[in-house]
Nanobody
Framework: QVQLAESGGGLVQAGGSLRLSCTVSGRAFNTYAMGWFRQAPGQEREFVAA????????YYADSVKGRFTISRHNAKITVYLQMNSLEPEDTAVYYCNADSSLRPLRNGLPGDYWGQGTQVTVSS
C-alpha cells in the first residue's frame, strides 16, 4: 500500500509562486511514477504534470507548460510541483498521484494512489 501526503498549498496573488510537496510512505518510492492532478470547483479533475521513477522524463498539461516544474527527490521520498506565474485559473485542489507504471500518467490518466489534496487559491 502506498500513502501520499501533500503540503504547501495556500493563498497567493496572481503572478506569484508556490511549491507543493508530496511525501510518500509505503512501498519503494523510487520505483513509482508520480503525478499531480487538480480539480477546480464544479469541474472534473485534470492532469497537471507527471514524472518517471528516475526523474528523467517529465510530462505537462499544455495549460501549465513553461510555468510549472515537477521534480522528485528519491532519498527524501518526495515529489515537488514548483508553480510560477500563477493565474486565478490555477485555483484548485491539487492532488498527488502515484502508480507503479508510468503508462497512465504519461498519457494524462491517473494512477492507483491518491493523496488527500491541498488547496491552492490564486487571487487576481
Amino acid at each position: 500500500q502506498v500513502q501520499l501526503a501533500e503540503s504547501g498549498g495556500g493563498l497567493v496573488q496572481a503572478g506569484g509562486s508556490l511549491r507543493l510537496s508530496c511525501t510518500v510512505s509505503g512501498r519503494a518510492f523510487n520505483t513509482y511514477a508520480m503525478g499531480w492532478f487538480r480539480q477546480a470547483p464544479g469541474q472534473e479533475r485534470e492532469f497537471v504534470a507527471a514524472i518517471s521513477w528516475s526523474g528523467g522524463n517529465t510530462y505537462y498539461a499544455d495549460s501549465v507548460k513553461g510555468r510549472f516544474t515537477i521534480s522528485r527527490h528519491n532519498a527524501k521520498i518526495t515529489v515537488y510541483l514548483q508553480m510560477n506565474s500563477l493565474e486565478p485559473e490555477d485555483t484548485a485542489v491539487y492532488y498527488c498521484n502515484a502508480d507503479s507504471s508510468l503508462r497512465p500518467l504519461r498519457n494524462g490518466l491517473p494512477g492507483d494512489y491518491w493523496g488527500q489534496g491541498t488547496q491552492v487559491t490564486v487571487s487576481s
